[in-house]
């Protein structure tokens, strides 16, 4: 018999992608007596005055918002009868714009809007009569050169003290990393990045207090613009001196792909009485006429219709997730089955590559090519109605020039029967030692089951033991113990390793016994991730 030995060092996610981890939007319970929608609409009227420098917006059924005419920066926010509008800051583009050039008018259908432009850049302000919603769009060029882009609306604690999840309340806590994440005297950790949703996810978001809810509303468009795929999250709340309710378009956090530039957008701002709103609340079907700087309408985009190959069943007991991506847009799809067709969203003309995902795994990647105006191609009746293509690893681009395509191939080839296995390929670290609250908690929150080095031994120890995450000089090194036979000795053996995610140069290096591999070079992003 032979022993092995195996040692990593680097600082890594041990198993595809960060987890999916829903944070709970569930609002908190109010004690104001709200007044009926009856008594607002019976005390209010729809229309619009200018305030010295300033324009106020009555939307006739309780909202009142006051935009400064100098900077396009929302000063006031009155509903239920309190100011939900900080005075330390106001809310707007990341932190404001500055001076900027402002208009304001009545359209055909008494939709008032408030337009904001500075050179790369335009912020679109909407408001709808009797509809307590502001409605916004918002268009970037590469003239306008940013590090991320966000919407920041900076509410009072008082009338809207509940954050989207406890993880954001920042109170009585001190800083233990940049001035971002923080930590109490007994070591529970919180930060605006715990309040993250993955995109795929991220329908509706926002907070609660005495005076009711404030929430973001995305429309299908918000995140075609954006950067990271269906599994990226960003920021959406910090609550500190203020409760800062964010929409972030854009980000350097994490970030392996360029920005994208044009229409961020539709996407809308609603205040009620604190229950979570649905989608449906508000309609977007207007913005399809109002012809905004970069806005693509319906007319304008087409969608895919087909069925997924999947010879080998890779994408056996996983959720599976359609994604379609370039230079200038993202969308993503969810697939309740592999046998049945799917329609992808209403996409801007181009040609995209599709990455299958098995869970967060990508497991294909080939290229389809969208017109404008296209009505979804009919799929085959069964996915081995098309033949398919070269089995690769997954990474390698099958072209497929022929617009409206049938079908897309999994091409991934997973090891039958491994020699020995720690946890699932499927691009996520769920089951191992901390994946349960790495989203939520900072690696030295005091929740966190103790990093160490580990002694592993195949056959014997649990996955659950295992970290999800390796640190250099906290759980450096992991020691995996394995036996081979004669007979498995005497072939070549490939180890492969899962890692999404390394940061500050973090990269592998494996020993096994007398042998060591060469380290490889580190393709760590450039910012935090893990923390």
């Known amino acids: ?94 932190s404001g714009l500055g001076k900027i050039n402002t208009s304001i008018e009545s359209l055909k259908d008494k939709t008032i809007q408030i337009s904001c432009k500075t050179p790369g850049l335009e912020h679109t302000y909407l408001f709808r009569p009797n509809e307590n919603v502001i409605y916004m769009g918002t268009y970037h060029t590469k003239e306008y050169e940013m590090g991320n882009l966000r919407f920041i609306a900076r509410l009072a604690r008082k009338p809207m003290d509940n954050p989207m999840v406890p993880e954001c309340k920042i109170d009585n806590m001190t800083a233990i990393e940049g001035h971002d994440v923080f930590a109490d005297s007994k070591g529970i950790t919180a930060s605006k990045f715990y309040s993250g949703i993955p995109f795929i996810e991220d329908k509706v978001h926002g907070v609660t207090g005495d005076a009711g809810g404030v929430f973001f509303i995305m429309s299908d468009y918000a995140y075609e613009r954006s950067v990271g795929g269906p599994f990226f999250r960003d920021m959406n709340n910090q609550c500190t001196e203020a409760n800062e309710l964010t929409l972030c378009m854009f980000s350097d956090h994490t970030r392996f792909e360029d920005y994208r530039y044009g229409f961020h957008g539709p996407y809308a701002l609603i205040f009620n009485d604190g229950k979570q709103p649905a989608v449906s609340d508000v309609d977007f079907a207007f913005f399809q006429d109002l012809n905004l700087t970069g806005f693509v309408p319906e007319t304008g985009r087409g969608s895919w219709t087909g069925t997924i190959t999947d010879k080998n069943g890779v994408l056996s007991n996983s959720s599976v997730v359609v994604g379609f991506s370039n230079a200038d847009a993202q969308y993503w799809v969810k697939v309740d089955s592999t046998t049945k067709p799917f329609t992808s969203p209403k996409m801007v003309p181009g040609t995209y590559n599709t990455t299958i995902y098995k869970n967060q795994l990508p497991v294909s990647s080939e290229a389809i090519t969208i017109a404008g105006g296209s009505a979804p191609a009919s799929a085959p009746a069964s996915t081995e109605a098309a033949t398919p293509a070269p089995a690769s690893n997954g990474g390698q681009r099958r072209a497929q020039s022929v617009e409206g395509a049938k079908t897309l191939t999994v091409t991934y080839e997973p090891v039958a029967e491994p020699l020995w296995r720690i946890g699932v390929f499927d691009g996520v670290p769920d089951g191992f030692l901390n994946a349960d609250r790495i989203h939520t908690s900072h690696p030295s929150d005091s929740r966190m089951k103790p990093w160490k080095p580990l002694n592993f031994t195949i056959g014997t120890d649990k996955d659950e033991i295992f970290p999800m995450a390796m640190f250099r000089a906290v759980n450096d090194p992991i020691t995996i113990n394995f036996e081979l036979t004669k007979e498995q000795v005497g072939k070549d053996r490939t180890l492969k390793l899962g890692i999404p995610l390394a940061q500050n140069n973090g990269r592998c290096s494996v020993t096994v016994n007398k042998f060591s591999a060469k380290t490889p070079l580190s393709a760590a992003v450039k910012t935090r991730g893990v923390t």
Request: aromatic share 8%; charged share 20%; hydrophobic share 40%.
């Open 1 to 94: 018999m032979l022993t092995g030995r195996l040692f990593r060092s680097a600082l890594l996610l041990t198993s595809g992608l960060l987890a999916v981890v829903q944070a709970d939007t569930t609002p908190l319970t109010s004690n104001l007596n709200f007044e009926s929608a009856e008594e607002r609409a019976a005390t209010t009227t729809f229309g619009y005055k200018e305030d010295g420098a300033s324009w106020v917006i009555d939307s006739g059924a309780g909202l009142t918002v006051k935009v400064d005419q100098g900077t396009c920066d929302i000063a006031s926010m009155i509903w239920n009868k309190a100011e939900l509008q900080t005075w330390q800051r106001k809310s707007h583009i990341n």
